[in-house]
């Protein structure tokens, strides 16, 4: 009798719709190079909500043209080492994650992409200046083919090992780092390397929670975390533009400095540039050779205002400027090289400057002389007294002068004379003058 109570209760409750849940959802959103900064934005976001516990779901919105390994190996660990289910989404439509961040897709729990991504293209690339890890050309140069294999091995074995963990086509997985092949979303979705394709986080977030979680989800709360102030400006300085320009404008403010001592706010401004370029370093491979080079340049075109070379030092101060900038930062990673139009801007930038700068000396030159005595030249004063053998006194500037004819003439008083010029405290002058 019991029993068939019990039957009959679950039958009645079978009519009634079961309670639906609201889900809860954590956001991150990663649009930027795989970095450093970026990367510890990432984990530490992914930390917070597994401490917090206050999320059913983490999303991460990605959006990278990929970036360093080693940053993106403490992503992929952090993501599997998540007690809180990972769900990585190539969002918005337009959005990539290529080279680096196709190892960040392949890592998350669940896998998604919207209409109008792509993925992959996860070769591996150097940080070596002058060093290509590409199989067909390094094959005449025996030690950087080794070299270049066991990256390409190694990275390789990374993307099987992540494939494998999540159930994720090993096979398409492996092309994308051994033939820098490239998938759209659908091709994602058809060769098994994502699990879903949706246009918006809500519709993704609610599909999962039903079929993976078993929650029955009728509305969503997203916790949304973003780039802090610092991480803003950690990331902005980690940009090769950004620190070049840092670079420059560090090297003139100390040049400036070394030029007119005590001028204070030039050497203290090169001082925090330079700084903050080299906090840049520790993101951006850079060269040696072409830091030297760019100092050279500006060397160059200082030495310029004190050595008359007709422009040719100016001329080798900008070469030398854009060969250094083009060695700069020696990368195919993507989003960590120095664009071409950074180079032709500040080189642009420093010749108008130096044109401007000798339009102005130029035209001092012409002026004539305020200041001093050369400044007396020219100008006319007035005989106080008769001159006797040459040598008189005349009046000008509101002073009394001892002065000297230099073309014998008779000079009486009240006669106007023309300066010529000035032998210590005598005016050299020239009678006849209306």
């Not at 993307?159 to 998938?183: D, L, Q």
Request: glycine share 8%.
């Amino acid at each position: 009798m019991r029993k068939l109570i019990l039957f009959g209760i679950l039958i009645i409750l079978s009519f009634f719709p079961a309670k639906s849940e609201e889900l809860r959802c954590g956001i991150i959103k990663f649009d930027d190079t795989v970095q450093p900064v970026s990367a510890e934005f990432v984990i530490s976001s992914i930390k917070e909500f597994n401490e917090a516990g206050n999320v059913d779901l983490i999303l991460i919105e990605l959006n990278t043209p990929g970036g360093l390994l080693k940053s993106t190996r403490e992503i992929v660990s952090a993501i599997f080492e998540s007690k809180i289910p990972v769900c990585v989404y190539v969002y918005p439509s337009g959005s990539q994650a290529a080279s680096a961040g196709f190892f960040i897709l392949m890592s998350g729990n669940y896998a998604a992409m919207s209409d109008g991504t792509n993925a992959g293209a996860a070769h591996p690339v150097s940080l070596m200046p002058g060093f290509s890890i590409n199989e067909k050309k390094d094959k005449e140069k025996k030690n950087e083919n080794i070299l270049a294999e066991k990256i390409v091995e190694d990275t390789a074995a990374f993307i099987r090992s992540i494939a494998e963990k999540k159930g994720r086509s090993v096979e398409y997985c492996e092309k994308a780092v051994r033939e820098s092949k490239s998938y759209t979303a659908k091709e994602c979705l058809k060769y098994g390397l994502i699990d879903y394709i949706e246009a918006e986080p809500e519709s993704l977030v609610k599909k999962i929670a039903t079929e993976k979680l078993g929650i029955k989800a009728e509305g969503v709360v997203f916790i949304t975390k973003d780039y802090s102030l610092r991480e803003k400006i950690l990331s902005i300085l980690a940009s090769p533009e950004i620190a070049y320009l840092l670079f420059l404008a560090g090297v003139i403010g100390i040049f400036i400095e070394i030029k007119s001592p005590g001028a204070v706010f030039p050497g203290l401004f090169g001082a925090i540039c330079l700084i903050l370029f080299f906090f840049s370093t520790k993101v951006l491979p850079v060269s040696i050779a072409g830091m030297l080079f760019i100092v050279l340049g500006v060397l160059l075109i200082i030495m310029e205002f004190k050595i008359v070379s007709y422009g040719f030092l100016t001329l080798g101060g900008l070469f030398s400027m854009v060969v250094g900038s083009l060695m700069l930062f020696k990368s195919d990673l993507p989003g960590l090289t120095l664009s071409p139009y950074s180079i032709i801007f500040s080189a642009l930038l420093f010749g108008i400057l130096f044109a401007v700068i000798v339009y102005f000396i130029v035209q001092s030159q012409k002026e004539k002389i305020h200041t001093g005595k050369e400044s007396f030249i020219g100008r006319k004063a007035e005989a106080v007294v008769d001159f006797e053998n040459g040598k008189g006194k005349v009046f000008f500037n509101g002073e009394y002068w001892d002065a000297e004819c230099v073309d014998n003439c008779e000079i009486k008083k009240g006669d106007r004379v023309l300066i010529t010029g000035v032998d210590e405290m005598t005016l050299k002058i020239k009678g006849g003058v209306q």
